[in-house]
């Protein structure tokens, strides 16, 4: 593939559009072009590249004069275009078709095709192909006599290039009015817009426009009769300028016309008849048929300036012919006032009065055009300050939106926080099997609505043009494994075929937005496993495209599911919308999660598409750009286990004032080691900060949305003191939207992190702004895998998992297990059925201590037990203490053969791995033990640590002890 073609691959799109603005200055060029798009869209088996490549090549042969044949290939791109619901194409076609019409002088039936099949499908926003079809309906409209909807074209034309910001376009609709308003008799305000053309034309990089607008100026000035000002405007062009001589035949021939009467006006006769002959002589290749008149014009006065009445007569009545009655009063009403005055040097004194009449008439014409331009665009002007007036309420309404959907996303966020944090956490603690599920469904259903929510928003930042895209490096193969956590489970639950199918040589490591594409994944495979009821939802991911300026990644998500009619597919993008109206009532939904896939999808240069049909399933096909990824850094790890990260010496200020809220993010920060101080308000955190002269905190974790004072005026007050200036201060607020975030950055706060809190993105946090990197056990922990036990009823990941992947803490969890275990069922027995409350109170540390190394039947037969015994019931069978005995039994057997395996610590450090784990099991006897080996632990600990430690055990503040303990 060649280096256009890589180019091409990157956004075709803004390639199109790229290749648009050269067409007038180098046909060829854009043709090239289109030659790679066609390339480019067979390459990738994408037609609708095709067709985009081959309306280039039209559009080439249109702007060349070459438009013979260019019509029928328009109206066969149009309707390619419609099949595939691509307005914009169609509207480019149609673009196409409006200027050939024009251009070879079929006013009224391109004016009729304009109101019939151009209008209805113009677009509400602004768009390159509106902007260049209004223009083409002004020019018609104009040139078919009906000035008032020329004008309203045109403007709207100009409103829709400022709203590109395309300055091009600009310049060429600006000289379009000026033109229309001097060739209508008012010249004043025709040079006053061409003026303004003319600045513009001067910063365009379309080097066609200046020569044209200049060209134009000059005729508005020769029709105020000042031909030396003409003259000046057009005097850089005269010799053979580079610019003339590249443009259409249709283009140089008017500007020759244009210039020959100039230089006739200024008495450079022979000068002037050598322009004259030369667009006499481009005249028959003219495809833009309104120009011809100049030049017989110009050739007529020229003879006339010679002394040769007869041709002059002649060329100028062609000239006023050829005119006909398209909206143009100055070049015929200058030509009648010159063939009266022939008339009368000849002394033809009747054909003198005729031609003065005409002259009259043209005059009277002219005033009345004038005067209707001006009213129309003192109408216009006052239409635009209306639509000015209602554009202002319209962004008062938008802010009105975004502040509700802002208001909306922290009053939700806030209790989803403590819905999805609590869950969390409690998914921690040891649970029954059936509590286990229904806390699990609590946490899904949480995650769901957040991910509605977060479609809204999404949906809503999209349309402010505020949603943007990262380029980070990152991993395939976390983006699927995510993908397949979040979507598998219910894929399962309805007993579906869930199969990932990626060659191995897809590459993994990759530089694009990881968040964003595996948002489009998940949507479109929830969809699939929401839209089928057996079968399978199949994933496929494959490169499509790999060159020097980055690759193309596709994928498809097939399902075998319920299918849909091409109607429905038709319509399937739009926002708020499904298949149809019973989707939302049966499947649910937003309706948002596909519009916002294709919009995602092109924003990261790429295209969506859906093949299906009833009850045959559907193929949601789409790619993106992606560039590839630095190689991923060596990690240890520990299997399948998560290992969460330890933090050692880190503190943090927490200034939040939900409870809820504070109990979440301390457990989370506590269990890494991070020691964690709590302010309800930003006044209370001022108090904490100034208390010393340096900070003691690493950093500081402050809510938006407190009483008292607020978080905006909380990081103020920060910033104002100098020792604090440097702190690091990161927002964490439900507050989600764009423009709250930056409002949180512009107020002097580092960084933002939005509720619900995602542990991963604390513990990030955490780690990122206190430049000390998190270390896990992780291998450490691998190092000694072999020395653990693998028992029937024993699930060590599980229990793993909860020391947080530290194996030498979990086999002294192990061991402590079984010694204060050993003989639990004979202490239950003895204390029933008089002393209910303490058989229940063992059987419950039974399921407690079970749950925490991961003896799950031990933990459910015990919880049974337990329930059993509640309210001082005696409800509890010989048979249910016999089964638990065997079960825990049969444990216990298998951890006292594995005993000779360890390797037990002696001393010091194993008093405190003892100690460390009571305090992970919130043992009651911790302070005991903490007594009983005090002497061993001042060998173990620093004094002073050691006397904090103390006091916050005696206060049974465990919690702060671990992260004292695992923070040194």
Sequence with gaps: MNDAMDKLTGNWRRDFEQALSLMRDSPAAARRRGDNLIALGQQRGQPLIERYGELLQSLSDYFDDRNEATEASFFALDQAFAAG???????????????????????????????????????????????????????????????????????AALDAARSLGQKARE????????????????????????????????????????????????????????????????????????????????????????????????????????????????????????????????????????????????????????????????????ATQELADIHAKCGNWEAALTDYKRHHDYFERAQGQATRTRLQVLSIQSELREAEADLRHAEEATRAKSMFLANMSHEIRTPMNA????????????????????????????????????????????????????????????????LAAITGGRAADKGLDYLFDIPPETPRRLKGDPLRLGQILINLVNNAVKFTEKGEVRLLAYVEHDGPDGLVLAFEVRDSGIGMSAEQAGRLFQAFTQADGSTTRKFGGTGLGLTISRRLVEMMGGQIRVESSPGRGSNFL????????????????????????????????????????????????????????????????????????????????????????????????????????QLPVVAMTAHAMHEER??????????????????????????????????????????????????????????????????????????????????????????LPSDTATARRLAHTLKSVAGLIG??????????????????????????????????????????????????????????????????AQDGEALDYFDQHRDALVQALPEGLLQKVERQIRQYDYDTVLALLEGS
């Design 855 to 920: 003896a799950g039947p031990v933990q459910t037969l015990a919880g049974e037990v337990e329930a059993a015994l509640e309210s001082g019931g005696t409800g509890v069978s010989p048979a249910q203490l016999d089964q638990l005995a065997t079960e825990l039994d049969t444990l216990l057997i298998g951890l006292a053969n594995f005993k000779p395996v360890q390797q037990p610590e002696q001393g010091a450090a194993a008093s405190l791995t003892e100690l460390i784990t009571l305090l992970r």
């Design 742 to 831: 930056q409002r949180c950055l512009d107020s002097g706060m580092n960084g933002h992190l939005s509720k619900p809190i995602s542990p991963q993105n604390l513990f990030d946090t955490v780690a990122h702004w206190t430049s000390m990197r998190p270390r896990t056990v992780s291998q450490a922990a691998a190092a000694g895998q072999a020395t653990l036990p693998q028992l029937p009823g024993l699930n060590v990941e599980s229990g793993l998992a909860r020391t947080l992947g530290d194996h030498a803490l979990y086999l002294a969890l192990l061991d402590r297990f079984a010694q204060e275990q050993e003989g639990v069922l004979d202490r239950i027995r003895a204390a």
């Design 419 to 482: 819905i999805i944090g609590m869950a969390h956490l409690a998914l921690k603690t040891p649970l029954s099997p059936k509590q286990r599920d229904y806390v699990e469904k609590i946490h899904t259903a949480g995650v769901s609505l957040l991910g509605i929510i977060n479609d809204i928003l999404d949906f809503s930042k999209i349309e402010a043009g505020k949603l943007d895209i990262e380029s980070v490096d990152f991993d395939l193969d976390e983006v699927l494994a995510n």
């Design 85 to 155: 619901n691509e307005r914009e194409g169609q509207l480019l076609s149609r673009f196409g078709i409006l200027a050939v019409r024009r251009v070879q002088g079929r006013i009224e039936e391109g004016y009729r095709f304009g109101q019939e099949m151009v209008v209805p499908i113009l677009p509400p926003h602004p768009t390159l192909g509106s902007a260049l079809a209004l223009n083409t309906l002004g020019i018609l409209a104009q040139e078919y006599g009906l000035t008032d909807e020329a004008l309203r074209h045109f403007y």
């Design 171 to 334: 310049a060429q609709i600006t000289c379009n009015i000026g033109e229309l308003f001097y060739i209508c008799g008012n010249a004043e305000d025709g040079e006053t817009m061409l003026w303004q053309a003319h600045e513009l034309a001067l910063h365009a990089e379309e080097r066609w426009l200046l020569p044209f607008v200049s060209l134009v100026l000059a005729l508005c000035k020769l029709s105020r009769g000042d031909s030396a000002a003409a003259y000046e405007v057009i005097e850089g062009f005269l010799d053979d300028h580079v610019d003339i001589l590249n443009s259409s035949a249709s283009n140089r021939g008017f500007f020759h016309a244009v210039a020959a009467y100039t230089l006739a006006e200024r008495g450079q006769l022979e000068r002037a008849e050598s322009f004259c002959q030369r667009a006499l002589h481009d005249m028959d290749s003219y495809e833009e048929k309104h120009l011809r008149p100049y030049t017989w014009w110009a050739s007529g006065h020229i003879h006339h300036l010679r002394g040769r009445h007869a041709e002059a007569i002649a060329h100028l009545n062609r000239a006023i012919d050829e005119t006909g009655d398209i909206g143009y009063v100055f070049m015929p009403m200058r």
């Design 622 to 725: 789409f790619t993106v750009c992606m560039q590839h990824g630095a190689p991923a850094a060596a990690t240890g790890g520990s299997g399948n286990i998560q290992i969460l990260p330890k933090f050692k010496g880190v503190s943090v200020l927490l200034v939040e004032d939900n409870e809820i809220n504070q109990q979440i993010v301390v457990e989370l920060l506590q269990a890494a080691g991070v020691a964690v101080e709590v302010a309800g308000n930003g006044r209370e955190a001022l108090d904490l900060l100034l208390l010393h002269d340096t900070p003691p905190y690493d950093m500081v974790l402050l809510d938006v949305q407190m009483p008292i004072m607020d978080g905006y005026a909380t990081v103020r007050a920060i910033r104002a003191e100098p020792r604090l200036s």
